[in-house]
């Protein structure tokens, strides 16, 4: 399995990014999808997920600004990101793997692939 992320970069408070995962050797039948963001010195935290069962999950810093969606024919998963501050501010990473219970999708440890991220940075 194969995660490659992009779309990162500088934006100013307000504004908006989207980021894009583009998957492969993924053949699960099950599966989950997520997108989590680690800041210097902080844990790593889950923002969205998105899973084979047609669920979604979001964090509650993100929640209403955030939306997570996914292209099977593009094989890409993407993280639309609207009104982001300051605090969006982190390295966000794509994470994939056989589903879990929902009370997981948002673990980090739930998740055994991994991409390598891609810095977003929201400053004036």
């Known amino acids: 399995v194969q995660l490659v992320e992009s779309g990162g970069g500088l934006v100013q408070p307000g504004g908006s990014l989207r980021l894009s995962c583009a998957f492969s050797g993924f053949n699960f039948r099950s599966y989950c999808m997520a997108w989590f963001r680690q800041a210097p010195g902080k844990e790593r935290e889950g923002v969205a997920s998105i899973c084979s069962d047609g669920n979604s999950l979001y964090g509650d810093s993100v929640q209403g600004r955030f939306t997570i969606a996914q292209d099977n024919a593009k094989n890409t998963l993407y993280l639309h990101m609207n009104v982001l501050k300051p605090e969006d501010t982190a390295m966000y990473y794509c994470?994939?793997?056989?589903?879990?219970?929902?009370?997981?999708?948002?673990?980090?440890?739930?998740?055994?692939?991994w991409g390598q991220g891609t810095q977003v940075t929201v400053s004036s």
């Open positions: 994470a994939a793997d056989v589903s879990m219970g929902v009370p997981f999708r948002l673990v980090a440890i739930s998740y055994n692939y």
